[in-house]
């Protein structure tokens, strides 16, 4: 009976050694790839991954299917025209980029409603700073779209309407007022010319634009090396009576975002008219404030922009040599920051934040987040093939 004794123990030890691996797999602290070996467990994984529920058993035996022959993407296409997808997933993926706070506790809008449109009908996602672009609810009841309050898209959220179905593609211009050619994409949206249009000196549109695009925030792109002589007049050269602390801190924003938030110059937020105001040809009075600061600075008089970063250390955010890297406006500003290396990454990053819930770690994932982000530039700039790599790379995690 001796060696039975010994192996029932044996076993019981490795059964005790094995058993945290387990818990943790279950409680999802490590991969258990294990736990999800099966065609059926992967489209269940995949689905709730990027629709939030699981599959319907119809939807299920296909996406089974798919997986099973080879093309678990085509799975995950699959599990992309679940609704959830739309009214969950893309809304809080889009939500925190509308407000400064960066909550995705904020009701429906229509830069939230314009970005889930965009995805949805695989428009490419390059112009989404620059298009002249509007999503809107088809739906019975809605009150009309207005640029000076948020009734209709508040209706589409209070009464639960099925984003992937009511919503429907037209221009800002022809709701708004402004020309085509001022319009500037989701930078030209009510609901993000109310958060960073709004006072201030329009240098915030810049700075969330930057975050929420190109995945920089000012200080992770100081560069103190670009020349300042477009750096406005509010900005004093001795703070505090210490002109280091503009030599070697303040330039370092200013020098580069100044040149670029000139292509903001004719836009402004009224908040007692709740709308976007455009004054093409003149410039908002917010560009002309604390002149005496340093009354020698650069004077604001048109839209024309420039990109400093194209030399320097923020070379590497790789800058689209097809572009020159200057112009006038937002929508110009708008392609030069979305034909960037930099912006494809971000939106890749951002999903495989949102699906694989941690960010690009290890080696591996560094790995597919590049194939991905290459694939996203070569399929024109398709955000649903980004977020089936990432779901399909991320289903056994």
């Known amino acids: ?21 387990l818990l943790a797999a279950l409680l999802g602290l490590q991969p258990a790839l294990p ?25 299920l035996t296909q996406m089974a299917t798919l997986i099973s022959n080879g093309n678990p993407q085509a799975a995950a296409q699959l599990a992309m025209d679940n609704s959830g997808f739309y009214n ?9 980029a509308t407000n400064r706070a960066q909550s995705a506790f904020v009701p429906l809008n229509d830069y939230i409603a314009t970005v889930i449109g965009m995805i949805r009908d695989n428009v490419p996602f390059n112009t989404v700073l620059s298009g002249d672009i509007l999503y809107v609810g088809n739906t019975s009841g809605a009150p009309p779209y207005s640029p000076s309050n948020n009734n209709h898209y508040q209706y589409l959220d209070t009464n639960g309407v099925d984003l992937k179905s009511a919503l429907v593609a037209t221009t800002q211009s022809a709701n708004t007022g402004i020309p085509s050619a001022a319009t500037a994409g989701v930078i030209t949206t009510e609901a993000a010319a109310q958060a ?4 201030g000196t329009n240098r915030a549109m810049f700075r969330f634009t930057m975050i929420n695009y ?13 020349p300042p002589d477009r750096i406005r007049q509010d900005v004093s050269r001795s703070p505090g009576g210490d002109s280091r602390v503009f030599l070697n801190n303040c330039i370092g924003c200013h020098a580069a975002m100044d040149p670029m938030v000139q292509a903001f110059s004719y836009y402004n937020y009224d908040p007692v008219a709740l709308e976007l105001v455009y004054t093409p040809g003149q410039t908002q009075a917010k560009y002309h404030i604390n002149t005496g600061n340093f009354p020698a600075g650069f004077v604001t008089n048109d839209d024309s922009w420039d990109n400093r970063w194209r030399s320097g250390p923020n070379s590497l955010m790789g800058w689209s040599a097809a572009l020159t890297g200057s112009g006038q406006g937002a929508k110009s500003l708008g392609q030069e920051l979305a034909s960037s290396q930099a912006f494809a990454a971000c939106q890749v990053q951002k999903v495989f934040q949102a699906i694989c819930l941690r960010p690009p770690g290890n080696a591996a994932d560094q790995a597919a987040a590049a194939q991905i982000t ?14 089936a790599e990432t779901a399909v790379y991320c289903m056994g995690t």
Not at 10 to 20: G, I, L, N
Not at 88 to 96: C, D, G, S
Not at 374 to 387: I, P, R
Request: aromatic fraction near 8%; charged fraction near 20%.
């Open 88 to 96: 969950v997933t893309l809304r809080n993926f889009i939500a925190p």
């Open 1 to 21: 009976m001796r060696p039975v004794i010994r192996t029932a123990a044996r076993r019981s030890r490795a059964a005790r050694r094995a058993a945290p691996a």
């Open 374 to 387: 290459s694939d996203f530039q070569s399929s024109g700039y398709n955000m649903k093939q980004v977020f």
């Open 35 to 59: 736990l999800f070996a099966g065609a059926n467990e992967q489209a269940v994984r995949i689905h709730n991954r990027l629709a939030g529920v699981p599959p319907s058993d119809a939807v």
């Open 214 to 226: 190109l995945c920089n925030d000012l200080p992770q792109v100081m560069d103190i090396t670009r």
């Open 196 to 199: 960073f249009f709004i006072a």
